[in-house]
């Protein structure tokens, strides 16, 4: 498949990271030529220097033959025009913009067709659902959800005073009390994947699959907060802040920003009456103290500065505030960040490079193509979701006679729309979808790809 992503910041970059990775053949558009000296050794990529929305440039990209255009530029104007122009002289180009202002979500999402959009994708949105479901139920470090919000994958860290400290997953089921399945152990920067005898360590980070309706109960059971968030306090006024405020404010969560610019203060004012809206330097510690921080359930630090991000998260965790989410524009550190008590990590990036590998992934698939990918583990492994149709292999097999490749685990199987966390005597039928755990190097397109 030939991929042409215009733009190579920090999306582009990492999006072109992952498909190179994967084989696709990429060419890449910038005006910046040490961006592009870099892709061309690190990615093997063919790089054009220009603007990426003119007729001359994506011609020589060959737009005309491409199967997909990703416009990730820090224009939304020029990803439209790119989108729209590459769709004139291809109309067969598959077309991903990221679009990121807030007055263009309704406008571009009705007008798709007239600006040539297979697929929209905005970071900042993104990260503000996702930062709403981990709020609904603090405790987890991340969720991710399966077959129609079904069932989820979540993340729990084994701290110093977890119960599960030192359990063997044998006696699992006697703590949590409900069926889960721990489908993978990050350890010191390496993932486990697990079995029976595998025993709970202090500081692992475990990703249980559970049903949906579980997970209250499984946390209840661990002794973990399970308590609602009534007050939230959000640092910094951006985008985020504003998506996230909007979707707290529906739940009845009585929310609070903090942002230094006295103009952005105002605007958040009008766009946000029923939240406080807070003109101060939260940078300092003596603003976080004024406006309550040790009376906060939550607070999320979502600048566009990493460092005070951190600095403000680890101030948080000092106070026991209860739930710490910290918003962090690279990925790449999480080695590092894993050791700090940050709570969840959000990185807006990362979110949206994931869903465009979803989609070049079942656009270069469609037969038995993944429903949905997602990666975990700070990206060193991957839950796939696939439906069983009549072209998959070994249909009524229980799963202790299959032989499935080394490193992938079955974590789910839906029938008739129940999920089930299966065992060596459950099998998968047409209809069905099933869950499935793999290593990152063990890319899985189809699912008969996994028998051995």
Same mark, same amino acid.
């Given at each position: ?92 180009? %598959? ?36 930062? %709403? ?26 701290? %110093? ?5 030192? !359990? ?13 399945? @721990? ?40 002794? @973990? ?29 009585? !929310? ?28 300092? %510690? ?41 918003? @962090? ?80 685990? @079955? ?42």
């Amino acid at each position: 498949m030939d991929i042409i992503i215009a733009g190579c910041g920090k999306l582009g970059s990492t999006i072109a990271s992952n498909l190179s990775a994967a084989g696709y053949d990429l060419t890449l558009i910038d005006n910046d030529d040490t961006v592009l000296d870099h892709a061309i050794e690190v990615y093997d990529s063919i790089a054009i220097r220009g603007n990426c929305a003119t007729l001359s440039v994506l011609h020589d990209a060959k737009v005309q033959s491409a199967d997909l255009l990703i416009a990730t530029t820090n224009s939304d104007e020029l990803n439209l025009l790119c989108c729209m122009t590459a769709r004139s002289i291809n109309p067969n180009i %598959h077309t991903i913009a990221r679009i990121r202002n807030p007055e263009y979500h309704a406008q571009t999402y009705e007008m798709r067709e007239a600006f040539g959009l297979s697929l929209m994708v905005n970071p900042e949105r993104k990260a503000a659902k996702t930062i %709403h479901k981990l709020i609904q139920l603090p405790g987890f470090l991340k969720r991710e959800s399966f077959a129609k919000d079904r069932v989820e994958i979540v993340e729990i860290k084994i701290d %110093h005073e977890s119960i599960l400290k030192d !359990v063997p997953l044998t006696n699992l089921y006697k703590i949590v009390k409900c069926k889960v399945l @721990v489908c993978v152990i990050l350890r010191e920067g390496e993932v486990i994947t697990p079995d029976g005898s595998t025993i709970l360590k202090e500081n692992d980070r475990i990703f249980v699959t559970a049903q949906t309706n579980n997970l209250s109960l499984l946390l209840k059971n661990l002794g @973990v907060i399970s308590k609602r968030s009534g007050r939230v306090m959000l640092i910094g006024g951006g985008n985020i802040s504003l998506y996230l405020a909007q979707e707290l404010i529906k739940s009845n969560i009585k !929310v609070e920003i903090i942002e230094q610019d006295a103009t952005r203060c105002e605007e958040l004012a009008g766009l946000l009456p029923e939240a406080d809206i807070i003109h101060a330097d939260a940078s300092k %510690h003596s603003t976080l103290e004024s406006e309550g921080l040790s009376e906060c359930d939550t607070i999320v630090s979502l600048t566009g500065m990493d460092e005070l991000n951190i600095i403000t998260s680890l101030y948080a965790a000092e106070h026991n505030v209860p739930q710490v989410i910290t918003k @962090v524009g690279y990925s790449d550190d999480y080695g590092i960040l894993d050791k700090l008590p940050i709570g969840s990590i959000v990185c807006p990036k990362e979110l949206s490079c994931n869903s465009i590998v979803r989609y070049v992934r079942a656009m270069s698939n469609n037969e038995g193509a993944a429903v949905s990918v997602h990666t975990i583990a700070d990206g060193l492994a991957e839950a796939v979701e696939f439906k069983v149709d009549e072209n998959t292999e070994n249909l009524g097999v229980p799963l202790k006679k299959l032989k499935l490749k080394k490193g992938i685990i @079955v974590a789910c199987i839906t029938h008739q729309e129940i999920p089930t966390i299966p065992n060596g005597d459950s099998y998968f039928e047409k209809g069905d979808s099933i869950i499935l755990i793999t290593k990152s190097d063990r890319i899985v397109l189809n699912l008969n790809d996994i028998f051995g």
